[in-house]
Nanobody
Framework: QVQLVESGGGLVQPGGSLRLSCAAS???????MGWYRQAPGKERELVAL???????NYADSVKGRFTISRDYGKNMVYLQMNSLKPEDTAVYYC?????????WGQGTQVTVSS
């Protein structure tokens, strides 16, 4: 059973930073991993992706501010978020592509507000 558990969300002021973590069940080796987010009234959107080859892709809105990384030894994926803006407020979901299927975690709330 594929499980993804996010942590690290919270309330932060504009310009602040947060680091999201995602604990995956089993080895994430050769899995594409990523982060999606969904703001109220909006569709879920891709924020960042790291492929099995290590290639990273980011939404234009977060380029230069967010960094995705992974730790194979711990089966963890991270999203470092800097220079946060109010428009980054959303529920953030960890994503994993394995065995030709998409999986998401339960999500963690990130709120950027003064």
């Amino acid at each position: 059973q594929v499980q993804l558990v996010e942590s690290g969300g919270g309330l932060v002021q504009p310009g602040g930073s947060l680091r999201l973590s995602c604990a995956a069940s089993g080895s994430i080796f050769r899995n594409a991993m990523g982060w999606y987010r969904q703001a109220p009234g909006k569709e879920r959107e891709l924020v960042a992706l790291i492929t099995s080859a290590g290639t990273t892709n980011y939404a234009d809105s977060v380029k230069g501010r967010f960094t995705i990384s992974r730790d194979y030894g711990k089966n963890m994926v991270y999203l470092q978020m800097n220079s946060l803006k109010p428009e980054d407020t959303a529920v953030y979901y960890c994503y994993r592509f394995v065995n030709s299927r998409d999986y998401w975690g339960q999500g963690t709330q990130v709120t950027v507000s003064s």
